[in-house]
């Protein structure tokens, strides 16, 4: 069946450190891939996807590439703010019924 | 623009009640969708729908029923609540296309707790 696997955290930062957070996935043919970012007492929000190997997804400074050859999309942000103190989760999609399988989550936590 | 709608936000119930949680959306999407979140977990899916008067399990349905009798509303019941059920439930919706790549939107979860 199809399963993601991200890194535990929590993960602690200073403000304005690079951030990396990884995500590998196990699934048959080619899932549609999305990170989503849950703030406290929040839903979850979509931060970025990709659909297709080697498209890269960016938004707010964060950018995640769909590696089919590693079965990665791990996700990157150069520079980090107190603000993006959040739980980050990876997912994977495939076409029946538009299901979302999640990882763990990552909690991180931005020092200032 | 309200988006995915859910109420109650926090509930406790006692072993053996039952309740129903709502989940509203605006946004004329054909899929809904149920899932769960224990702590430090990710989420589970526990029940969705591809249209009004569709329904199929997730991976965690036991203990749940739903109903999607318009394409607005999609709640979900407990009919006899255990403490295995605390929990923080999220409803979601999507809009249909043929590519799997449309992403879901989420409402602000209720709080479930089982005492």
């Known amino acids: 069946g199809n399963s993601v696997t991200q890194m535990e955290g929590p993960v602690t930062l200073s403000e304005e450190a690079f951030l990396t957070i990884n995500c590998t996935y196990t699934?048959?043919?080619?899932?549609?891939l999305f990170w989503y970012v849950q703030y406290p007492g929040e839903g979850l929000q979509l931060l970025l996807k990709?659909?297709?190997?080697?498209d890269k997804g960016s938004n707010k400074g964060f950018e995640a590439t769909y590696r089919k050859e590693t079965t990665s999309f791990h996700l990157e942000k150069g520079s980090v703010q107190v603000s993006d103190s959040a739980v980050y989760f990876c997912?994977?999609?495939?076409?029946?019924?538009?299901?979302?399988?999640f990882g763990g989550g990552t909690r991180v936590l931005v020092k200032p | 623009n309200a988006g995915v709608t859910q109420t109650p936000k926090f509930r406790i119930l006692k072993i053996g009640q039952s309740m129903t949680l709502q989940c509203t959306q605006d946004m004329n999407h054909n899929y809904m969708y149920w899932y769960r979140q224990d702590p430090g977990m990710g989420l589970k899916l526990i029940y969705y729908s591809v249209g009004a008067g569709i329904t199929d399990k997730g991976e965690v349905p036991n203990g749940y029923n739903v109903s999607r009798s318009t394409t607005e509303d999609f709640p979900l019941r407990l009919e006899l609540a255990a403490p295995s059920q605390t929990s923080v439930y999220f409803c979601?919706?999507?809009?249909?296309?043929?590519?799997?790549?449309?992403?879901?939107?989420f409402g602000d979860g209720t709080r479930l707790s089982i005492l």
């Open positions: 699934a048959t043919g080619y899932p549609s």
């Open positions: 979601a919706s999507s809009t249909y296309r043929e590519v799997s790549n449309q992403p879901q939107h």
């Open positions: 997912a994977l999609m495939k076409a029946a019924g538009n299901k979302l399988t």
């Open positions: 990709a659909t297709k190997a080697d």
